[in-house]
């Protein structure tokens, strides 16, 4: 007989939880089966699930008709798996699939157990039968995923791995293989610091794994990894966090590639670069003085243009001043004066042009005095549009097109006149037959490139363009177009030093002079000044006229210059009006002067002087004890650091050498009767 113990099947809890389990609907059936008598007796669920009579179930059925539901492939496994489970008794599990009423197969899963007797004979079969289709289904699922990401990964060069939470491996490719040097059994399931030899090692790759998955962002990172053959190896890996369709980070993944070679070539090419130092030094050193010797070469040459093309024009121009002054002798000697005053005019006027021709190559080295004021720019060009019709001639046709707002500019307004009617003269002369002059105007903003000097500052600029309808220039000339007595012209016709003065005004006025031509289609120059914000005053009278100073009684000038002649032409000029003239021969002698006791209503001196200070030096520490002394400044040439240390005072005034007679005396009258000058001036 069955012991009573032995029978029962579920204690109390055990029903418990089988009950909660069928109201959650995850057991669709139970069974009993008595092994002795071959009787099986179930549930409504159960022979609904297995396709049978429900009425028969209950009243019990021999186990062959329950089989008759199993899957043909599985039920030899079942038979199986129960005979074992009666053989040793306990427990008995087993998945397969069942035909239901609906015509379909569908997996379960049996849970049971086997009761023997005293005799270790099976007797009694109790278990449940639950419902495991939609786990099949995914478990199905994710085998093919599975299997399809080991082809991939099989398939996939280098080193392509993914890993768990934990770190352990999931899945990895042959060349994970490769690099482990271990087959997959022994590592997949397993984290780096259980099957890598070098625990430190594993220890920092799986800190880099965990930090990742942690930040949740992918990242590149070279690791040094110890390979199986004992050498050592660069590895450059992406690894990125695994998510899961939540979102939520269950793992990592990564792919890896030997970098160790192109290390190693960067290492040698480092190496390279360090020997190629002293090399590359060596030729760089060659070069600058090959350079050097260029620039050499070429200023050289430069000189020698400049210095012939000076020669040339002041020996042409000294043989007409000498020549006439042999005249005047000759004409004095043998008593007639009927052609010294056309002598005369021959010395002067080859005097004037030797004066123009200092001006110009001043211009040029940017080293001429310029007197910037601000200027309206428009004004002077339409104040100049008449004169240019004139000078260009009927045949040229003359447009003007002023469209830049801002046209005020701080610059010397005659030089602004001089370049702009040197500029039209040469549209003149490129068009023989006549042709077209356009002048225009416009703002621009020059930044940082080629269209700026690198001497210059990014800013905003006046651009004035003449462009013409003429010949135009070649590449060869245009790269010449600025040198001293360069000129495309016949001789006599221009000095050449046109376009060298307006590259020198240009640049030492802040700007910059462009030319753009190419031949049979024309010629645009663009003078490009720095603008000036500040609002224009009322154009200031200019002292003028050659009205002769008169001098009131005892009033005094001191003049100081080294050079004698021009001490002798300006104290002979002042005293022939009445003025008492003190001479000095340098800033020394001139500074004792105006600290003594003596009257000086004037001061006129050079500013290149000897005796340790110029001129306007000599003049701010005269001051000191005639504050309101007024100074008219001569120069023939000056650094540029003398004029620009200050702006001049309204009691200081400039004047050129070499300068006429009627020039000195307007400027002495403006500085010392300036309210007669500017009641001259309005009326």
Request: aromatic letters at 4%.
């Amino acid at each position: 007989m069955v012991r009573p113990d032995r029978l029962q099947v579920f204690p109390t809890d055990a029903s418990e939880r089988l009950q909660l389990a069928l109201d959650a609907g995850a057991i669709i059936g139970t069974w009993l089966w008595d092994i002795r008598n071959d009787c099986v007796t179930a549930d409504e669920r159960f022979a609904r699930s297995f396709g049978l009579c429900a009425e028969r179930c209950t009243s019990g059925i021999p186990i062959s008709e329950a089989f008759a539901s199993i899957h043909e492939q599985d039920r030899e496994r079942v038979g199986r798996d129960i005979e074992q489970a009666m053989a040793r008794g306990g427990c008995f599990r087993c998945e397969y699939r069942v035909l239901h009423e609906d015509g379909c197969y569908r997996w379960v899963e049996a849970n049971g157990r086997a009761e023997l007797d005293e005799q270790g004979m099976a007797v009694r079969f109790p278990g449940v039968l639950m419902d495991i289709e939609g786990r099949r289904v995914a478990e199905t699922e994710r085998d093919r995923a599975n299997a399809l990401l080991r082809t991939f990964t099989a398939a996939v060069p280098g080193v392509v791995y993914a890993k768990d939470r934990q770190g352990r491996m999931l899945v990895a490719n042959h060349g994970t293989t490769q690099l482990i040097g271990k087959p997959p059994e022994v590592y997949l399931g397993k984290t780096d610091l259980e099957f890598l030899e070098d625990e430190a090692q594993a220890r920092q790759v799986m800190a880099n794994d965990q930090r990742i998955m942690d930040s949740g962002q992918a990242e590149q990172i070279e690791e040094r990894v110890d390979m199986p053959d004992g050498s050592v190896a660069v590895w450059l890996s992406v690894k990125a966090p695994l998510l899961s369709d939540a979102g939520e980070v269950i793992g990592l993944i990564g792919s890896s590639m030997d970098v160790t070679a192109r290390k190693n070539a960067e290492s040698a090419l480092l190496e390279l670069n360090r020997t190629l130092e002293v090399r590359i030094s060596v030729a760089v050193a060659e070069r600058e003085a090959a350079q050097a010797a260029l620039r050499q070469a070429q200023k050289m040459e430069a000189v020698g243009q400049l210095t012939g093309g000076i020669a040339h024009d002041f020996n042409n121009l000294l043989a007409g001043i000498s020549g006439s002054l042999d005249l005047i002798r000759l004409r004095l000697n043998q008593g007639r004066t009927a052609d010294l005053e056309r002598y005369l005019g021959v010395a002067h006027g080859a005097a004037q042009r030797a004066a123009a021709l200092t001006h110009r190559l001043l211009a040029f080295s940017r080293r001429q005095t310029l007197v910037p004021v601000e200027t309206d720019v428009h004004a002077l060009i339409g104040g100049m549009e008449e004169l240019i019709r004139r000078t260009v001639g009927p045949a040229i046709s003359l447009k003007v097109e002023l469209a830049a707002q801002a046209s005020a500019c701080l610059v010397d307004p005659a030089q602004v006149e001089n370049a702009l009617l040197n500029l039209c003269i040469n549209s003149r002369d490129a068009m023989p037959g006549g042709g077209r002059i356009l002048i225009s105007t416009r703002d621009q903003r020059l930044t940082t490139g080629p269209e700026l000097d690198p001497e210059l500052s990014p800013g905003n600029y006046l651009s004035i363009c003449v462009a013409d309808s003429g010949s135009g220039m070649s590449a060869e000339v245009l790269g010449k177009a600025f040198e001293p007595f360069f000129t495309t012209k016949p001789v006599g016709a221009g000095t050449g030093l046109g376009l060298s003065m307006i590259y020198g005004f240009a640049k030492q006025s802040g700007g910059q002079v462009r030319i753009e031509s190419e031949p049979g289609r024309g010629t645009r120059v663009l003078l490009q000044l720095p603008g000036h914000a500040a609002a224009l005053d009322a154009p200031q009278a200019q002292p003028g006229g050659c009205a002769e100073p008169t001098a009131a009684a005892g009033e005094t000038v001191l003049v100081v210059d080294d050079e004698s002649s021009v001490r002798m032409f300006v104290s002979e000029t002042l005293g022939n009006y009445g003025y008492v003239v003190i001479e000095a021969a340098d800033s020394l002698a001139g500074l004792q002067l105006l600290r003594s006791d003596i009257r000086i209503d004037l001061l006129v001196t050079d500013i290149g002087l000897p005796g340790g200070l110029d001129g306007r030096q000599m003049a701010e520490a005269g001051r000191q004890s005639r504050p309101d002394l007024p100074v008219l400044l001569m120069t023939g040439y000056a650094q540029p650091e003398v004029l620009d240390r200050q702006p001049l005072e309204s009691t200081m005034a400039i004047l050129t050498k070499p300068f006429t007679l009627e020039a000195l005396t307007s400027q002495v009258n403006a500085l010392l009767r300036p309210q007669a000058d500017d009641a001259t001036a309005k009326a």
